[in-house]
């Protein structure tokens, strides 16, 4: 990246596909609230079942369009081997740098698939050493101010949820775009659900996330640190 783009939120990924999944939908709409979005995919996504890289990048593209999303980058970190090494912290950290996002949006630290629980610590410990002053990284200091972690897949209750009723279709339609990943095929047909499943497995997870707070659908986040009130009147969601 050479041009001047700056996001005011960056979301970290291991894969392609991986954030369509669980915060597409709160990327859109902060994109509606006129908010400059990026997406940083750490692989190629090389090792997957299905599809090509070639595939993937398309698929992405398209996705990151129908999402309103301002950037969308891919590194060449290999897939299946995502490690929290000095090398990739750098590599993350200067494209931290150069978007200079106010808010991060990471994986759950812990997961089923190793490279998105490494990416978690990964993309932390990146942000943490693109702040540093002393840091030859080709551009000035910046660290984001919130890390918040997209936590849909883990068994853990969330800080908060982001209320996605109105983004639900088009977070939908963004996901099959993966077509080489969610059209129905033989490749992988033990591991991915048909895909007259995935929209219903999809809603599920939405609404009950939803149901939590009073609305449709929500994607859920946790963040590390403890809240922070200034009106106890402008509290949202209804306690009885």
């Known amino acids: ?3 001047s783009f700056q996001a ?3 979301a970290i990924a291991a894969h392609r596909d991986d954030v369509e999944q669980t915060c597409g939908g709160t990327l859109l709409k902060m994109a509606e609230r006129g908010y400059r979005t990026a997406i940083l995919d750490l692989t190629q996504g090389e090792m997957g079942t299905r599809g090509t890289v070639e595939d993937r990048a398309r698929e992405a593209d398209e996705a990151a369009r129908m999402l309103k999303v301002g950037r969308r980058q891919a590194l060449f970190i290999p897939d299946g081997r995502v490690e929290n090494t000095h090398d990739n912290r750098v590599m993350v950290a200067s494209v931290i740098r150069q978007l200079r996002p106010r808010v991060l949006i990471l994986p759950y630290w812990q997961a089923r698939h190793p490279d998105h629980a490494t990416a978690a610590t990964l993309g ?9 002053a002393k840091a030859d990284l080709g551009a000035t200091p ?8 997209a936590s849909l897949y883990a068994d853990v209750r969330p800080t908060f949820v982001v209320d996605i009723s109105e983004q639900f279709e088009t977070r939908f339609a963004a996901l099959m775009a993966y077509r080489s990943q969610y059209e129905n095929q033989q490749a992988g047909s033990g591991l991915f659900p048909r895909q007259a499943e995935i929209r219903e497995r999809i809603a599920a997870m939405a609404g009950f996330y939803g149901l939590l707070a009073g609305v449709r659908y929500a994607e859920p986040f946790v963040c590390k640190e403890v809240g922070l009130v200034d009106d106890l009147l402008a509290i949202p969601v209804q306690s009885i």
């Open 1 to 3: 990246m050479t041009d």
């Open 8 to 10: 005011d939120i960056l």
């Open 124 to 132: 932390y410990e990146a942000a943490f050493l693109a702040g540093l």
């Open 142 to 149: 910046h660290r984001p101010f919130k890390i918040i972690y």
